[in-house]
């Protein structure tokens, strides 16, 4: 398998339920993304991780929780979330290091429903 | 202001024609620009990086970057139906080695 998949591709949630969103890359990048992609809105990068260290949270609520256990895995879990957060999540990898960024290679996203 | 700003759209090009897809961006420091394609309920999909003022070409794409006046473009010629989608500027923010900030993409709409 090559690239970056995510799962599940559909979740359907309630608001009080507990579940997880997984990104695996195969490409041997180093630093992963959590963006969620709103309708008609840009995409919001929400977690960055350089090295399974997270460098970057954007104001992200308590209730997306990441966890990068290591450089090829990346996981956001999610509990107790509101209708507003039904979102298109992507996961992306990119190969960091100056002077550039390097591209970032996107999943196929985890569309998420809050019922 | 917005970071990075594009003409939503749709944009309507007929078939064949060249279709100019516009990016401009607020950070003057910015170093790397990219374009994604994104089709309807799909993931981003690369298709040109450009880091240099100037033109680049890979085969009907053609980025074009001009720092000066914070602004670049995607030109797509001889376009094709294939082609409907939306267009997704990226921007690598100084002083974060790997933080890409989006527009809110432009969608193209090719015309048989």
């Known amino acids: 398998e090559t690239g970056v998949t995510q799962t599940p591709r559909h979740l359907v949630m309630g608001m009080t339920n507990k579940k997880s969103l997984k990104c695996e890359q195969h490409?041997?990048?180093?630093?992963m993304y959590w963006y969620k992609q709103s309708a008609k809105k840009p995409l919001e990068l929400m977690f960055v991780?350089?090295?399974?260290?997270?460098?970057e949270n954007n104001s992200v609520p308590s209730r997306f929780s990441p966890e990068c256990p290591n450089s090829s895995h990346l996981f956001l879990h999610l509990h107790t979330l509101q209708p507003e957060d039904s979102a298109l999540y992507l996961c992306?990898?990119?190969?960091?290091?100056?002077?550039?960024?390097?591209?970032?290679?996107f999943g196929q996203g985890t569309r998420l429903t809050v019922v | 202001q917005k970071e990075v700003e594009q003409n939503s759209g749709p944009l309507s090009v007929p078939e064949g024609a060249i279709a100019s897809l516009n990016c401009t961006y607020s950070d003057r420091v910015s170093q790397s620009f990219f374009w994604y394609r994104q089709y309807s309920g799909k993931s981003p999909e690369l298709i040109m990086s450009i880091y240099s003022n100037g033109d680049k070409e890979d085969g009907r794409f053609t980025a074009q970057l001009n720092k000066a006046s914070q602004y670049v473009s995607l030109l797509i010629r001889d376009s094709q139906p294939s082609d409907s989608a939306t267009y997704l500027c990226?921007?690598?923010?100084?002083?974060?080695?790997?933080?890409?900030?989006f527009g809110t993409g432009t969608r193209l709409q090719v015309t048989l």
């Open positions: 990226a921007v690598k923010s100084a002083g974060t080695a790997s933080k890409l900030t």
């Open positions: 991780y350089n090295f399974k260290e997270q460098t």
């Open positions: 992306a990898s990119s190969q960091m290091g100056p002077p550039r960024a390097t591209e970032a290679f």
């Open positions: 490409l041997g990048h180093n630093a």
